[in-house]
Each structure stands twice: as structure tokens, then as C-alpha cells.
């Protein structure tokens, strides 16, 4: 890890009026590499994700951003530096692609700084990187899902930031458009060496596009650490209530979870004899 990483929580106690949903949570993030939060519905990995991108006030504790607070940083300063794609965001009725990824110059504008050329070209850049320059005149909400989230990526490109936070990125996508989703995200990672953290719920997609996973339980963090390091059996029933089998992944070499269940179990009732 990092001996100074750019973003990290301390003694982070976040809620809702009196409901407490992260509790004292110390946490860095590796600069440079993909980190992935998981665990059960309702731990708190979104309100943890939320609060490292200043959306959310902590109870107490901090949000640190490149050694500042990042409650004491101006918008305009937060915004230049960390992206955050909320899950399930919502474009305007009408809007089109190119209006969409042009939003995220605005942390750069200014009374003494409009429209530039600079930012036609990195907008223009964002829409190539992700895929979707043909599709800059189309309306967003004409999308299939995949583009809509490639969309909304390049609109976080765009903002030039080195970090970029991710809620659910491949909600209500199916099993090929979110590969399509999190392939982007790998090449946005190693080819352009932003330092990335996203709230997954697919275990088997996490482990696979993660370097680092950290697992988190009812507020707090349990384990982290590479998937190999931290995906077993024990840690699955434990957080999860999930009886499975953890196998070599054939393709990526790293771990893959193999569900139990009680159906289709060889030697179970209403499975294939042993």
C-alpha cells in the first residue's frame, strides 16, 4: 500500500439522523489501482463511498484528500481532483451525449476561464476513450444501458480527474454489457493510471477487475487486501451467509466463488447422483 495515499478516511462515523451505518471506519486507498467494496445489502458500502466523495456529512472522523480535509476544501478543488458516478444517474430528458460529457468541465470554468478549445479536446478525448464519439449527437436516454454508462463514464473523464468513484456501475446491466463496463474500466486504470474505487455486488466480477477487494459487515471493515488474500470459504458463510466452494478462475488465474445451494448438487436430492 501506498505510504501516502491521496484519499482516506479516519475514525469515519457516517448516518441518517440517528442511525448509524458506518461506525469509526480507518481506511486508504492505494494510489494507482482498482479498489472494489464489498459485502451484504445494507453494510454500508455505498454511504462509505458517498462520504469519501463529499456527498455525505460524517458524524465524526474525517475524509482526507491529497493530507486535507476534504470537508474544508472548496467544491471547485474537490471536483478537479476526485470523479463520482452515483449509481443509477438519471440525464436530463433530451440531453445528448456530447451535452452529457461537456458537464464535466464545469469544475473548470470560471468568471475568467469559459469555454476553451482545451475543453472541446478533452471532451472530445473522453467520448473516444470510452467508445461513444459516434454516438455524440444521440440522445442519452435513447441508449442501451452499456452505452449509457459509457456515456456517463466519459462525462467523469472528462472532468480530469485522477480518481474516479463508482457506485454500481453495472447496475441493471446484464452479464455482457457489464463486462463491456468494467473492461473500460480496467483500460481506464492501466492505460491512463487513475486510481479507481467501486461499490460492486457481484463477487465473481469484483475479484476479477479488482486489485485490491475490501470487504465490509455491518458498518465495518472485516478484511481487505488482493482477492486471493482475502476470498475464502469462512469469509463467505461469515459475511455473506453464502455456503461455496472457492476454486481457480480457468481464465483469470485469481479466485472464483461456486455457490452451494441446495439444487444441482451432486449426490442432492433433485441434483445429479455422486
Known amino acids: 500500500m501506498s505510504a501516502s495515499p491521496r484519499l482516506a478516511a479516519e475514525n469515519l462515523t457516517v ?36 462520504s469519501l ?31 463520482m458516478l452515483p449509481q443509477a444517474p438519471v440525464a436530463p430528458e433530451g440531453l445528448t451525449v456530447a451535452d452529457l460529457v461537456a458537464r464535466g468541465r464545469h469544475p473548470h470554468q470560471s468568471w475568467l476561464r469559459q469555454w476553451s478549445s482545451d475543453d472541446e479536446r478533452e471532451v472530445a478525448k473522453a467520448l473516444a476513450l470510452t467508445g461513444v464519439s459516434e454516438l455524440a449527437d444521440r440522445s442519452v436516454d435513447q441508449l442501451s444501458g452499456g452505452q449509457r454508462q459509457r456515456a456517463w463514464i466519459s462525462m467523469a473523464l472528462a472532468q480530469g480527474t485522477d480518481i474516479l468513484l463508482l457506485d454500481e ?17 480496467d483500460q481506464l486504470h492501466s492505460e491512463l493510471g487513475r486510481t ?41 458463510l461469515d459475511v455473506f451467509g453464502l455456503d461455496a ?28 447422483a455422486a
Open 15 to 50: 448516518g441518517y439522523g440517528d442511525r448509524v451505518i458506518v461506525d469509526r471506519l480507518d481506511l486508504e486507498i492505494p494510489t494507482g489501482v482498482v479498489t472494489t467494496v464489498i459485502g451484504p445489502n445494507g453494510c454500508g458500502k455505498s454511504t462509505l463511498l458517498r
Open 169 to 185: 456501475p453495472t447496475t441493471y446491466l446484464d452479464l455482457a454489457h457489464s463486462i463491456e463496463v468494467l473492461d473500460l474500466v
Open 196 to 236: 479507481v474505487v467501486m461499490v460492486l455486488h457481484d463477487l465473481n466480477l469484483a475479484i476479477r477487475y479488482s486489485d485490491r477487494l475490501v470487504v465490509m459487515k455491518e458498518g465495518a471493515i472485516v478484511a481487505q487486501g488482493t482477492p486471493a488474500e482475502v476470498i475464502s470459504p469462512e469469509l463467505l
Open 53 to 83: 466523495a463529499r456527498l455525505l456529512k460524517p458524524k465524526s472522523g474525517q475524509v482526507l484528500l491529497d493530507g486535507k480535509a476534504i470537508s474544508q476544501m472548496r467544491t471547485k478543488d474537490v471536483a478537479r481532483t476526485l470523479g
Open 245 to 272: 466452494r472457492v476454486i481457480e478462475d480457468p481464465v483469470s488465474d485469481r479466485p472464483l466463488i461456486v455457490p452451494v445451494g441446495t439444487r444441482h448438487v451432486y449426490g442432492s436430492v433433485g441434483g445429479p
